[in-house]
């Protein structure tokens, strides 16, 4: 009887953990999306109907396929090639989209108005929490909120204070000089010769961020960046597939590989840290990022005293994942402004010339200055101009709770769509108006 008894409610709760599973994988995969649904659609948002877990994953990839298959065109229209998904979405459901990542809606923001206002209520818009495994390429301040952006954010202000960044320019200097001698020395030969200056950019913004973070222990920053970049890689493959809760634990190829080079990351950047830490023990001063970042957070535990100690400081992992952002953030980004001016340079040569006639008024044969930079007003409006064509972040992602703490992410637009009658002039306005390469400058 006992036995029976037994035997009868080990079955009820088996049943019952089978029926809480399966009704969570029902909600997940379809209820919660349909529910979802309803509520965009009722707010007057376009999309394509939500399909059973992949959603718009598989057109998304073929739609990428597809546009990465013919060279870019320079038509200033970066969109279609950028985010061939998101652009599709847009021509075909106008502004007011969106589209499904997986289970996941993402809605389009494109309004200059709706973007400062979500921008600027944080506490309302989070940010989007991301595939556990993405968090091995980098977290930090970009990806906190509330008390600990707060924190963190203190701390590290003071190294991007002007007086700091001043100490910087040397090592700017040696990384430019080295590349211009590099390409000096590829043309000497015929006078001419074609190359490809992505590589050369990208080396040259991970130099600039392992010298200006990293000072004297550049070498070691530079290995950091290519364990980095490897990991950039997979982090891409992972997120551009659907999120299966736990799989971050199956023993898989790339699982495997991102949780090595995470590990040889931190252990690098521990290292330094805390070879760093005897030496500003000593006495030895460091004027580099991380030399900095360390100098403050000292400084931030003896201002709060030691009782409030462990609210005020960084701990050394934060501070790992602080350096680790700074190559996540900077060098890609630098490089995409890079290239793209030397691209917008070419097609131009009436600003190119302008650019070439301000740096020599200014800085004449010498070395560029601190103070000199701050008179480059042209080469200033130029950059500019570049940010707003081809911005290197093309969009930023929010959400916000729609329905019942069932959240929404938000695709929030840098580049809109530029030749399609369909979006209004007010979707198209610049936030920043320089100056028109395309207008009248054209001409001459
Ligand atoms: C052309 C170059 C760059 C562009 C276009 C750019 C763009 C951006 C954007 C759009 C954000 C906001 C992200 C969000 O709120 O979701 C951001 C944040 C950030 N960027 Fe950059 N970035 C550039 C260079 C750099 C460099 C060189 C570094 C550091 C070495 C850096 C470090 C950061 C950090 C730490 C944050 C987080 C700030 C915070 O949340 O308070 N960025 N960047």
Known sequence: MELQRFAIAAVCAVVAVVTWLGWSVLNWVWLRPKKLERCLRKQGLNGNPYRLLFGDLKDSSNITKQAESSPITLSQDILPRAVPPIHNCVVTYGKNSFMWLGPSPRVNIMDPGLVKEILSKNFEFKKLKFN?????????LAFYEDERWTKHRKIITPAFRMEKLKHMLPAFDTSCS???NKWENMVSTQGFCELDVWPFLQTLSSDLISRTAFGSNYEEGRQIFQLQTEQA???IQTVASVYIPGWRFMPTKRNNRMKEIEKEVRASLKAMIDKRLKAMKAGEANEDLLGI??????REIQDIGKNSKKVGMMSTDEVIEECKLFYFAGQETTAVLLLWTMVLLSKHPYWQQRAREEVLQVFGNNNPNFEGLNHLKIVTMILNEVLRLYPPAV?????????RNRYVALHIHEAAPRDNPKHSQETRKPAVMAFGFHKSHNRR
């Open 395 to 403: 969009m930023l992602t929010r959400t916000r709770s729609l329905h």
């Open 178 to 180: 080295e590349l211009i």
């Open 132 to 140: 556990p495994l993405a968090q091995f390429l980098a977290t930090g």
């Open 233 to 235: 890689k997979h982090t």
């Open 293 to 298: 970042l360390l100098d403050s957070n000292l």
